[in-house]
């Protein structure tokens, strides 16, 4: 099952790097097969212990067995199975000219193709969610992910707000986590909820 996930996640995390400069870029310039489903990998539970993680204007938690790679300025996490991932994006936003909302949309439609997801639908999640003081929005994409005849359900879910809010130095923060859907929605995986609820900004 890991050489299901591995490649998906890899390609997930690449794509959405590209895709958010060029939603940023648009936004600035518009103001001036089906095989037999194995047994889905369950998300890890309980959560396990936590290591600290300083990145560029905030701190976050993750689980001491995960590792931890930067690539195009994206901070990722991946689980031993690379099956479940965690990534941060942070690109500058002067004055809030990106509304979160355009990112997120460019951001999820990006994963699901670098995912190449099929059969896909949105996910039950609520629109907005509080984190480190400030209200992000929230979407989600359900769908089933192949490789070697293998299929399973995945999911993806994209986070986004504008911190500080229209300042010369707004930055749209972004979490983007995905994953094999074991149950009902990796909204009500532990150590998702964890990672975010340990998040700090701290710039």
Not at 8 to 37: D, E, K, N, W, Y
Request: glycine residues 8%; hydrophobic residues 40%.
């Amino acid at each position: 099952m890991t050489l299901l996930w591995k490649p998906v996640t890899q390609r997930l995390f690449l794509s959405v790097s590209t895709l958010l400069f060029i939603v940023l870029l648009a936004a600035c310039s518009s103001l001036g097969g089906t095989a037999s489903s194995p047994t889905s990998t369950p998300i890890p539970s309980p959560t396990p212990a936590l290591t600290m993680f300083t990145g560029k204007g905030y701190t976050i938690s993750y689980p001491k067995d995960w590792t931890k790679s930067t690539t195009l300025g994206q901070d990722s996490f991946q689980d031993s199975q690379a099956a479940n991932a965690l990534g941060i994006l942070i690109v500058a936003n002067p004055g809030g000219v990106a509304k979160p909302s355009t990112v997120l949309d460019g951001s999820l439609v990006g994963a699901v193709k670098g995912a190449n997801m099929t059969n896909t639908s949105p996910a039950n999640l609520p629109a907005s969610v509080s984190l480190a003081g400030e209200t992000w929005i929230q979407k989600g994409t359900t769908g089933t992910v192949s490789k070697g005849g293998a299929s399973a359900p995945f999911e993806v879910v994209v986070l986004a707000t504008n911190h500080p809010a229209k300042t010369p130095q707004t930055r749209v923060f972004e979490f983007i986590y995905a994953g094999p859907v074991a149950g009902s929605t990796m909204l009500d995986a532990p150590i998702f909820q964890a990672m975010l609820a340990s998040f700090k900004f701290t710039s």
